[in-house]
């Protein structure tokens, strides 16, 4: 039996969740159940669920990622920011971390509860960056007969994220040593000091959600710049990221049964690139392009090479999807999404917390002078390190568009060399192109919070008025089951607006 399924069953048996009470209440106690396990058995399960591609709430793959593509499935109104509730269903992997956290202190090994507190801090993160503000001090605390969590503002929220996120680094210092003591380790287990690359995870992901509080530099409290610049000033005590490998991912694989979520999925062979996306790649003869799409069905009707850019193209995704379906399956003059997603059970990890990422937060950090650096340096590694991991993919013959000896004709493009005027899109709209199907829906909590990229919605398909919505909407279980802490929270944080699309969180004030 395999890792990851032996996990799962352990998880089941520890934590599983009855619908009564949104996600919060515990079964009774089984007289059969394991009373204790050993932590590691928990950690697999923990770091599939957390870092695997699907993850809901997903109105639409948040606008599939903010219209890196579109959809030619009718109805799919999601696409054009119709949003609806999403769910708490993060909850049910932040109660196997509580436990992960309680039998790491039985067991006495303080390492898996370093783990843990990674866990819990970035699947809280996820959530609050949904909703605004989320049960968090209460919640997992059904055992001591809290099954209506009171919310915490969201300040409370991130101010506690980065307080577990500094305790995880601190706690995991004296098994940084070049001896692993982790057991079940699917993220870094090939490591021969998978306690470091935890650390090095830990302290770059602690950087995104800093730069993810730019708009709050003035609060006392957060200390945002102050805590980014002892990050990075200090790398012994907060290593971070030095290349891919080392990349907060979690691979795929047929052998194990972890198979690709997108695998022999015919839902999505009807994906396609919005056109302004890829017109942005073949005009600036971007090779990620070849890793993200195929080639148009008329292109390879007139036997165009895979390596020409002018063998693919998009459709606008803001036009409706009755026109898109019938350019999509009658045209023969749209791409779609690379056919490796739905044909290979394993065609790539899906980075959690990337060190391209890593690169283009230092690269903004700089620009805003939080650090003292050049950003261009990082807005090059960052690219550099994007088109390194997808090189693998790209299904070339060698030596065709090797990043080592094309990325100086790509960067040399104005529309890519850095351009101090431009600088903030540019490093922006790279690390847009480098999330392509990663990182949860960290392309939209970056358009919400810097308005890039601009996107074109001329299509006429677009609802909400052709705003980006600002949040989703809380689950409906949370309305009938945790219901007065519920009306309290939206009270107290959007008033007579509500619970919609278009309030406010904490964090957009």
Not at 311 to 330: M, R
Not at 378 to 388: E, L, P, R
Not at 437 to 447: A, L, R, T
Request: proline share 6%; with cysteine; hydrophobic share 35%.
């Amino acid at each position: 039996m395999n890792k990851i399924r032996l996990s799962t069953i352990v998880c089941c048996m520890l934590v599983l969740l009855s619908c009564s009470k949104a996600h919060f209440r515990q079964l009774d106690e089984n007289p059969d159940q394991a009373a204790s396990v050993p932590p590691y058995l928990l950690l697999a399960n923990i770091s599939s669920s957390s870092f695997t591609l699907i993850s809901p709430p997903d109105p639409g793959g948040a606008s599939l990622r903010c219209h890196q593509t579109g959809n030619a499935q009718q109805p799919y109104v999601e696409q054009y920011w119709n949003w609806l509730q999403g769910d708490f269903s993060t909850y049910a992997i932040l109660l196997q971390v509580h436990q992960m956290k309680l039998e790491a202190a039985t067991y006495q090994e303080p390492e898996y509860d370093a783990i843990a507190k990674f866990f819990d801090a970035y699947n809280y993160y996820k959530t609050t960056m949904l909703y605004g503000d989320i049960p968090f001090s209460q919640a997992e605390q059904a055992a001591n007969g809290v099954y209506d969590p009171a919310y915490d503002t969201q300040k409370s929220v991130f101010l506690g994220i980065l307080s577990e996120l500094d305790s995880a680094n601190t706690e995991l210092v004296p098994f940084s040593n070049g001896q692993s003591p982790l057991t079940d380790d699917i993220i870094y287990g090939t490591s021969t000091n998978d306690v470091m690359e935890w650390r090095e995870l830990i302290n770059s992901f602690t950087l995104r959600v800093l730069l993810t509080l730019s708009g709050k530099t003035s609060d006392p409290d957060l200390q945002v710049v102050q805590k980014f610049q002892n990050i990075y000033n200090n790398p012994t005590t907060y290593p971070l990221f030095q290349s891919n490998a080392d990349d907060g991912a979690l691979t795929y694989s047929n052998e194990n049964g972890n198979i690709y979520p997108l695998y022999k999925n015919t839902e999505v062979t009807r994906l396609y690139p919005d056109s302004a996306f890829c017109t942005f790649l073949t005009t600036n003869k971007d090779p990620r392009l070849f890793a993200y799409f195929s080639q148009t069905p008329n292109s390879v009707t007139a036997n165009k090479l895979p390596t020409d850019f002018t063998a693919y193209a998009g459709i606008n995704a803001s036009i409706d999807n009755t026109t898109a379906a019938d350019i999509f399956t009658q045209s023969g003059t749209s791409s779609s999404l690379n056919i490796r997603y739905t044909a290979n059970p394993a065609p790539e990890p899906h980075v959690g917390v990337g060190y391209p990422e890593l690169e283009f937060n230092l690269a903004e950090a700089a620009w805003r002078g939080w650090i003292t650096a050049n950003p261009e340096t990082f807005y090059m590694n960052g690219i550099q390190a994007s088109m390194s991991f997808y090189e693998t993919y790209e299904n070339l013959p060698a030596g065709t568009y090797q990043t080592a000896t094309y990325f100086p004709t790509y960067y040399a493009q104005p529309a890519i060399k850095y351009n101090a005027a431009t600088a903030l899109q540019q490093i922006i709209y790279q690390k847009y192109i480098a999330f392509f199907y990663n990182s949860f829906e960290e392309p939209y909590f970056n358009m919400r919070r810097t308005g890039l990229p601009v996107l074109t919605l001329n299509g006429g398909g677009m609802l909400n008025n052709g705003i980006l919505p600002l949040r989703f909407m809380y689950p409906i279980s949370e309305t009938q089951s945790n219901e007065a802490a519920y009306n309290a929270a939206v009270q107290s944080q959007f008033g007579a607006a509500g619970d919609n699309i278009n309030s406010a969180m904490w964090l957009l004030q």
